[in-house]
């Protein structure tokens, strides 16, 4: 037990940068938040994109996933014929990986039961080896059910075990018998909502796993209190949108703060990373006499989502399908040639909507909203209604 977890807590801290970034801030392309925080000193606006980088993962979040596995955990361990997996789901455009794997390693440390991380950081080069990769990883060898040892399996990114292209879907098959064969296991399986409701229409994949938790919407207070640390530090007010009723000196204040918070989380659905690029697409700088500038947060708006023909819609769902895409993956799940994926992809870096880092594609989180409900209408498939 203490070797294994060992070994993920040292995985986990060599890939700490890379699983906990919540930007993936375009590296030649100006996009929002970035453009919005211009006017702003060039050392405060990084100072504050930094602090709002390494904001802890929201405690409701933690809370609700570790209540869901206890609950999933006791009933597995009292019956080994019970469900034997948790599957927990987020919006596409967040870090699930960091959200889950930060929420097992306190968990994983109580329970007295050899843990199995899937060490993965991205999708396999090539998805015709993700099966094989899996096997290596999380296979057990051919001996008898009744040999083997307890132990949970985590995967922190069900998306990066499929591409939606010939042949893409050999690990999600390999996932489905290895759930269903071996109750000696207890899975913990991370993912986007958009993948989930893809792989349920095309594999039904629900079927094989136990008990689904969506992570649930922040709420203003939540969101208030999870941005405390940076208001306070930088010592940002809020537009004053005038109610009816007069208030006194700082009770005023608190009151912008909270219709200001109310605001950004309708709007940003309460999804962590959404909220926290309207955040800061709503700051400005004011300077003063004194030469000291005060920061003041104003009305948290979504951006306009531009016009998107045909093709675009289906290269921005293949993004929100898979979360995270090389521009090689991308065409291969499009089925369309390199070159021509790669001017699309400029155009709509230009746009605004996709945000490359190194070599991730992935959609800017402050178009999520809107843009999800423009491919839901145009019959994609984004909600389980569909």
């Not at 040892?149 to 075990?161: A, G, R, Y």
């Not at 870096?349 to 996709?354: D, P, Q, W």
């Amino acid at each position: 037990m203490g070797t294994l977890l060992n070994r993920f807590q040292t995985w986990w801290l060599d890939n700490r940068k890379s699983l906990l970034s919540r930007f993936t801030t375009d590296e030649r392309e100006m996009q929002e938040p970035e453009k919005s925080l211009i006017e702003l000193p060039p050392h405060l606006a990084s100072k504050l994109v930094a602090a709002v980088d390494n904001l802890p993962t929201d405690n409701p979040d933690m809370e609700a996933i570790e209540s869901t596995l206890d609950e999933a955990f006791k009933k597995w361990r009292e019956n080994s014929h019970a469900d034997n997996s948790v599957v927990i789901l987020s919006s596409p455009v967040t870090t699930v990986s960091r959200i889950l794997t930060e929420s097992l390693l306190d968990w994983a440390s109580e329970r007295e039961i050899p843990l199995r991380p899937l060490q993965w950081i991205g999708r396999p080069e090539k998805p015709e080896t993700i099966k094989i990769k899996l096997q290596q990883q999380l296979g057990r060898g051919l001996i008898t059910t009744e040999s083997k040892q307890p132990e949970i399996v985590v995967i922190s990114n069900l998306s990066w075990c499929f591409l939606r292209c010939v042949d893409g879907l050999e690990g999600i098959d390999y996932l489905q018998d290895v759930l269903l064969q071996d109750d000696s296991r207890f899975w913990v399986i991370g993912g986007g909502k958009v993948s989930w409701e893809y792989l349920n229409h095309v594999s039904h994949f629900k079927a094989y796993c136990g008990e689904s938790l969506e992570l649930p919407r922040l709420t203003g207070e939540q969101l208030q209190e999870w941005f405390e640390p940076i208001v306070d530090k930088f010592e940002i007010t809020f537009a004053n949108a005038k109610p009816n009723i007069e208030f006194r000196n700082n009770e005023e204040h608190k009151s912008n703060q909270s219709r200001y918070f109310e605001k950004l989380a309708s709007v940003s659905e309460g999804v962590n990373t959404v909220a926290a690029q309207i955040f800061l697409s709503s700051i400005r700088y004011e300077q003063k006499e004194d030469d000291n500038g005060i920061l003041e947060a104003q009305n948290p708006e979504l951006p306009n989502l531009p016009h998107l023909d045909v093709s675009e819609h289906y290269l921005l769902y293949s993004l929100l399908l898979h979360g995270d895409l090389t521009l090689a993956a991308l065409s291969e799940s499009l089925g369309d040639e390199t070159n021509f994926v790669k001017g699309q992809v400029q155009t709509l870096r230009r746009k605004g909507l996709i945000e490359k880092k190194r070599e991730i594609l992935t959609i800017n989180p402050i178009h999520y909203p809107r843009l999800k409900n423009e491919l839901a209408n145009n019959n994609f498939i984004i909600h389980e209604s569909d």
